[in-house]
C-alpha cells in the first residue's frame, strides 16, 4: 500500500482480483512465485512436474524438508503460510504433451477469480520446448505473457514481455540451438544443474515480478525486453518488432489484427500566453539576458538520463601567469628626453 500513499499507484487493491499463471517453479519461479504472494495477488495458478531435491536446495524458495514432493504442491503449501488470502491453485503435469497441452490451453483461459482468462501468463521453464509450447497457447489465446530464463551458466538472464501480433514472439527470432538445427537434449550434460546461481535467479525474478506489477497495476513503463549481464552489470533494453514470416500462423494472424487496428492520434495542444509580459508594457519591450555561460571542460562532462552533476569543479590552471613586461618604445631616448628639458 506505500506505492498508493506515495502516489505511484492509483489503486492498488486491484491486485487483489487479479489472476497470474506461472508455469515452472524452478529457481526464477518459485522466488516469483513467492514475491507475487507477498504482493497480495488474487490468485496463482502453478504449473510444473518436477519434484524438490537436494541439489534445488540452492533456491530462495524450497527446504530439505520438502525433498520428494512435488515442486506445486511444495510451492502450494510454503505459499499458503506466506499468505493465507492468496488462492493457489496447482497443476503436475508436463504442458508440451498432446492432451496435457489443451488441458493447459483451457486453464490458463478459465482459471481467473472471474471464470475467464488469467490476466497474465508468466513462462519460467529453463528448456525450449517447453517456452515453444507456452508461445503457441498464448498466441492462439491472444494472450499476453512474460517470457523469461537464466543462461547455463548462471551469470546472465533476460525478461521478455509478449503481446501477439504487436512485438515479437517466442517464435519470431528463434535462439541459435533451433537457427542451427541443434538437438536441444544434447546439450544436457549429467551430474550439472544449469543456471544454479540464487543471486542472479533472483534478480531476473526481480525483474520479472517488477514489470508484471507495473503492468497489471498500469505504473511507469513496462519493458519489452530487458537482460542482465552479471560479469559487467550490463542492463540492455530493447523492442523486438513481430517477424511477418514468422512460422506460427496464429502470430502471423494476431500480427494482421494489430494491423488492422485503427491507431490513436494524439495531438498535443500547445498553450500560447498571449498576455503582455507587464501590466504597462504598451509595446511589449522586455529584456533578454545575453550572457553566454563560461564553457570549460567540466561543464561538457556527459551525463546520461536520471543522472546529474551536483556542483561544478573549479577550472585548474597548472601553469602560472607570465610576469608583466614592459616592451621597448619606439619614441626618443632618455638622454634625448633630458636635454630638450635643459633647453627649456
Same mark, same amino acid.
Given at each position: 500500500?506505500?506505492?498508493?500513499?506515495?502516489?505511484?499507484?492509483?489503486?492498488?487493491?486491484?491486485?487483489?482480483?487479479?489472476?497470474?499463471?506461472?508455469?515452472?517453479?524452478?529457481?526464477?519461479?518459485?522466488?516469483?512465485?513467492?514475491?507475487?504472494?507477498?504482493?497480495?495477488?488474487?490468485?496463482?495458478?502453478?504449473?510444473?512436474?518436477?519434484? =524438490?531435491?537436494?541439489a534445488n536446495m540452492n533456491r530462495l524458495f524450497f527446504q530439505p524438508h520438502q525433498a520428494g514432493l512435488s515442486k506445486v504442491d511444495a510451492a502450494a503449501k510454503t505459499l499458503q503460510a506466506i499468505n493465507p488470502d492468496v488462492?493457489?491453485?496447482?497443476? *503436475?503435469?508436463?504442458?508440451?504433451?498432446?492432451? *496435457?497441452?489443451?488441458?493447459?490451453?483451457?486453464?490458463?483461459?478459465?482459471?481467473?477469480?472471474?471464470?475467464?482468462?488469467?490476466?497474465?501468463?508468466?513462462?519460467?521453464?529453463?528448456?525450449?520446448?517447453?517456452?515453444?509450447?507456452? *508461445?503457441?497457447?498464448?498466441?492462439?489465446? *491472444?494472450?499476453?505473457?512474460?517470457?523469461?530464463?537464466?543462461?547455463?551458466?548462471? =551469470?546472465s538472464g533476460h525478461i521478455q514481455f509478449i503481446i501477439p501480433g504487436e512485438s515479437a514472439c517466442f517464435g519470431c527470432a528463434p535462439p541459435l540451438v533451433v537457427a542451427a538445427n541443434i538437438d536441444e537434449k544434447t546439450l544436457k550434460r549429467d551430474g550439472v544443474c544449469a543456471a544454479s546461481?540464487?543471486?542472479?535467479?533472483?534478480? =531476473?525474478?526481480?525483474?520479472?515480478?517488477?514489470?508484471?506489477?507495473?503492468?497489471?497495476?498500469?505504473?511507469?513503463?513496462?519493458?519489452?525486453?530487458?537482460?542482465?549481464?552479471?560479469?559487467?552489470?550490463?542492463?540492455?533494453t530493447l523492442a523486438l518488432k513481430p517477424n511477418p514470416h514468422c512460422d506460427d500462423r496464429y502470430c502471423r494472424q494476431r500480427q494482421q489484427e494489430f494491423r488492422a487496428k485503427p491507431k490513436e492520434i494524439v495531438v498535443e495542444k500547445v498553450e500560447v500566453d498571449d498576455t503582455p509580459l507587464h501590466e504597462d508594457n504598451e509595446w511589449g519591450?522586455?529584456?533578454?539576458?545575453?550572457?553566454?555561460?563560461?564553457?570549460?571542460?567540466?561543464?561538457?562532462?556527459?551525463?546520461?538520463?536520471?543522472?546529474?552533476q551536483a556542483y561544478s569543479l573549479p577550472v585548474r590552471t597548472n601553469e602560472t601567469e607570465p610576469a608583466t613586461t614592459v616592451s621597448e618604445s619606439s619614441g626618443p631616448s632618455l638622454e634625448e628626453l633630458m636635454a630638450q628639458m635643459k633647453s627649456i
Open positions: 500500500m506505500a506505492l498508493k500513499r506515495m502516489g505511484i499507484v492509483n489503486n492498488y487493491e486491484k491486485i487483489r482480483d487479479l489472476t497470474v499463471a506461472v508455469v515452472g517453479v524452478g529457481g526464477v519461479g518459485s522466488v516469483t512465485a513467492e514475491m507475487l504472494t507477498r504482493c497480495g495477488i488474487g490468485k496463482l495458478v502453478l504449473f510444473d512436474y518436477d519434484k =524438490v531435491e537436494l488462492e493457489i491453485e496447482t497443476h *503436475n503435469y508436463n504442458i508440451t504433451t498432446v492432451d *496435457n497441452f489443451q488441458h493447459f490451453m483451457d486453464t490458463i483461459s478459465t482459471s481467473s477469480l472471474k471464470n475467464g482468462a488469467v490476466d497474465l501468463v508468466l513462462s519460467c521453464v529453463d528448456n525450449f520446448e517447453a517456452r515453444m509450447a507456452i *508461445n503457441t497457447a498464448c498466441n492462439e489465446l *491472444n494472450q499476453k505473457w512474460f517470457e523469461s530464463g537464466v543462461s547455463e551458466n548462471a =551469470v546461481l540464487p543471486t542472479t535467479m533472483g534478480i =531476473v525474478a526481480g525483474f520479472l515480478v517488477q514489470n508484471t506489477l507495473k503492468y497489471l497495476l498500469n505504473f511507469g513503463t513496462t519493458s519489452f525486453y530487458l537482460g542482465y549481464n552479471a560479469m559487467s552489470d550490463f542492463f540492455p519591450i522586455s529584456l533578454i539576458d545575453e550572457t553566454v555561460p563560461d564553457v570549460t571542460e567540466d561543464t561538457l562532462i556527459r551525463t546520461d538520463v536520471g543522472v546529474r
